[in-house]
């Protein structure tokens, strides 16, 4: 029969049909209002004896998903043990199964432990039972069967724990009194413990994980009653089957330094203990790698993010309001000095220059009237009208020049498009046109704030550019900007490097990577520092 709410009854009958495990009510945020339902088939030789389930309280996929591993590993040892004829009655499958549920029904170790003692008591008709684990090598009690907490260094407790290593420095379960047909053991510390507690009979299993002693199981019974064989075989298996699953709820539960130490301790036993011959070689290797990286120098760069720009940019602005008729240069064309870049609407000084050239002719045929009827005060008034007439057309004429932008030097066209603008009008100082020299440039490097520390002005580098990306430049540091920038979330320092040669091929905006030489250092120093910088910095933060 199936025992317990309705949605668990139709989980098992859904495993039991399908003979696979089942599992409803997981959510991906724990909710201890939905509880969730598992339900794993026992089948061994494709014999269904039938399928274990769990009710849990509301969990989340990772933590349900560790319980149905842990659920299927104990299963599997069940099929292997059914295989071996162990079980001669599925009575017997059925107690090891429901202590396995047990053991899987809690998430924390402690909670687990003591479900599973108890039920252990009460399957069995058990006075007492009790489990422990090794811990620095000595097994120390975790569990007792009807107690959430316990005097640890109660008499009861010490009794316990040394009747548990006599069984577990025997590989063997102990029972005392002994039975009639067992063989010879130590059983001093188990004979001690019925002394001063009164037990009836006391068994002690070892809890083992291949060749390894997990803990021990110990339960007591009460004067009237002593241990059989058959139930010393269950107990035996069960504990088989419980004692890694417990393990590694124990294991889990551990504090992260914990963990971090025992590990430590593991791997030192295996590197001075015997065997483990390739643990022993890599280990070998690694310290010889970090000794010779830590005597042996290399060169220490800082590298930084690169851009080219030309060294001088000049900017080609707007003399007058007017309007773009001609166009002929873009953003990346090369341009000689006097090359006209670009032409504004000249119409209306043209028209404003006839008509001044008008008036300057009439002028003339007047003067050269007085002169001819000798009126000199006429004349000097006309000769003067000429010489203002003369410097407005000079000046129409400077103005009418300026509407043809030329290039000031041999140069390379940064920044301007008027393709795509012709007849739009500009005001008198608009930036159209920004040019560079074709053999000068300037290399901005973007330099970390935690670096930027190393860098001098005069030190020497390496340029390499994306498009050239064979081809190597020498660099000089020639200005540090003390302002920071902030891009991506990080302070950055603005460092201009001259190119010292191979300009041929350049051009402004070319980006890459610049390395700046500071120094020589150690090179485990050059590969670690700012890791070790980072956590000195989190270290420094959380400080008190």
Known sequence: ???????????????LKSRQVVVEGVTRKAKKSEPVFIAHPVVVDDELYGSVALELEGRSETSVQGVVERLGWGIGWLEVLARRKVFTSKARLVTVLELIATSLQHERFQAAATAVVTELATTFGCERVSIGFLKGGQIRISALSHSASFAKKANLIRLLESAMEEAADQLATVVFPPRNDSVFQLTQAHSELLQQHGAGSVCTIPLTAGSTVLGA?????????????????????????????????RREDRWLIRKAWESLAGYWKKLVGPRHATLKFVTAMFVLLITFFSIVDGDYR????????GKIQRAITAAMQGYIVDARARAGDIVSKGDILATLDDRDLQLERIKLLSQAAQQESERRQAIAEGNRARTRILEAQNSQIESQVKLVDDQIARTR????????????????????????????????????????MKVDERDINDVKVGQTGILSLTSLANEKLDIVVDKITPVSVVDEGRNFFRVESIVQSGGEKLNPGMEGVGKIHVDERKLIWIWTHKLTHWFRMWLWSWWP
Request: hydrophobic letters at 50%; one cysteine or more; proline letters at 5%.
């Open 302 to 309: 800082v590298t930084a993010d690169a851009s080219l720009e």
């Open 1 to 15: 029969g199936i025992e317990g709410s309705p949605q668990l009854a139709a989980v098992v009958d859904q495993s």
């Open 405 to 444: 932008l030329l290039a000031p030097f041999d140069a390379v066209v940064v920044k301007g498009d008027l393709s795509q603008s012709l007849g739009a009008a500009v005001e008198r100082g608009n930036v159209l046109f920004e040019l560079a020299p074709l053999d000068s440039y300037r290399v901005i």
């Open 217 to 249: 199981l110990a339960l007591e019974l009460p004067t009237d009653k002593e241990f059989d064989e058959h139930t010393v075989d269950l107990c035996e298996h069960a504990a088989l089957l419980l004692g890694p699953m417990l393990d590694i709820k």
